[in-house]
């Protein structure tokens, strides 16, 4: 009946804080440090009631504009750099899998582009349609569980996008060629073709798995858990790459468009939603062509936790005085909280 929300700040205190669930037969606890968001159940499940007491954690953890560096080296500069990759990354999931026995892994876009290695693959040296992409290939042996596209995405075309997501698309100039593609659902809401209106990814997805349980007396069991993810990107990416994009899909805003698939994901009995959005936090009047608009898309009631990212800077952030996420309405910068909702930005290139 009741959802928790924990947040670990710095020190590894902890702050609660309680609100009016829609979830019946499961109580989560939401924690942001370093990336992740990890939530309590109540551990409930859809064949046998739970008994009193019984509680599950599930760690949720986030990736963002990773720009295809694989490896802790600067490209530019030519040197080794310990601070980036993938391959720190993947380091920071494997403690954190140690830490949390349940966990879920998402990564909110600006993925393909970025090195030497991504124009390579795609410009200098095309890469075939019977292959994965190098970075889907890392993050499937990561194991990540879904996804959405980041503007960047787009700076390839569509044709590439098409092919590297082996997702294809009803949209002019584009294969409906099935190529090699990520093991994992990539969802985007608030883009659609021109030609028909319906979005180019599959709004949403729902993820069915199991979870390891407790009850009061501390005897462990197993217990289903249905999770629901939509994704977005900055509608003004139709601006950024209009000239891969005008005339073949049209960006829409995100309110609207989780307004619009929100019931459906919903009337699949899902028993939490998580937005996976290719944004920051902007407080600013809010509009259809808004690049951040997270802040408003947390009032949109059926989201419960929501993966953000493009800014390029970590949120929370309770030690940096000059967060631009600082003092703004609604905005726990200290725990991770967009209006009441557990909401956390990584930063980029792997850097955590």
């Not at 963002?64 to 080794?80: Q, W």
């Not at 393909?112 to 991504?118: K, N």
């Not at 703004?328 to 009441?340: A, C, K, Q, T």
Request: glycine share 8%; with cysteine.
């Amino acid at each position: 009946m009741i959802r928790q929300y924990h947040s670990l700040n710095p020190t590894g205190q902890v702050d609660m804080f309680r609100i009016t669930s829609r979830i019946h037969t499961r109580l989560f606890i939401f924690t942001t440090a370093l990336a992740l968001a990890a939530c309590v159940s109540g551990g409930g499940n859809h064949v046998t009631a739970p008994t009193d007491g019984t509680r599950a954690t599930l760690a949720i953890l986030e990736s963002t504009d990773i720009h295809s560096n694989l490896v802790g080296y600067d490209y530019y500069k030519l040197a080794e750099d310990k601070s980036i990759g993938f391959d720190r990354l993947a380091t920071l999931v494997r403690e954190a899998r140690k830490q949390y026995e349940n966990t879920l892994l998402f990564d909110a876009g600006d993925t393909i582009q970025g090195t030497a290695l991504s124009d390579w693959r795609a410009l200098a040296a095309p890469l075939p349609c019977a292959k994965e992409l190098t970075v889907y290939k890392a993050m499937d042996a990561l194991g990540y569980d879904g996804g959405t596209i980041g503007n960047h995405e787009f700076n390839y075309g569509l044709p590439f996008l098409a092919q590297v997501t082996g997702h294809p698309m009803n949209v002019d100039g584009v294969s409906k060629q099935r190529c090699a593609g990520p093991h994992f659902p990539q969802v985007l809401a608030n883009v659609v073709s021109a030609r028909d209106n319906q979005p180019i990814f599959p709004p949403f997805a729902v993820l069915d798995r199991t979870i390891k349980v407790r009850d009061a007396s501390g005897h462990e069991s197993s217990a289903p858990i249905r999770i629901g993810i939509i994704g977005f990107t900055p509608p003004t990416v139709a601006n950024w790459d209009k000239h891969n994009l005008a005339g073949k899909v049209i960006a829409q805003g995100l309110v609207e468009s989780a307004q619009k698939y929100l019931p459906a994901l919903l009337a699949k009995n899902v028993d939490i939603v998580i937005a996976i959005s290719h944004g920051g936090i902007d407080t600013s009047p809010y509009s259809s062509e808004m690049e951040s608009a997270n802040w408003y898309l947390a009032e949109v009631p059926g989201i419960d936790v929501l993966l953000l990212g493009h800014s390029h800077l970590p949120f929370p952030a309770p030690n940096d005085q000059k967060s631009r996420f600082n003092n703004l309405p609604e905005v726990d910068n200290v725990r991770g909280f967009v209006h009441g909702k557990p909401a956390v930005m990584a930063n980029f290139w792997g850097k955590s």
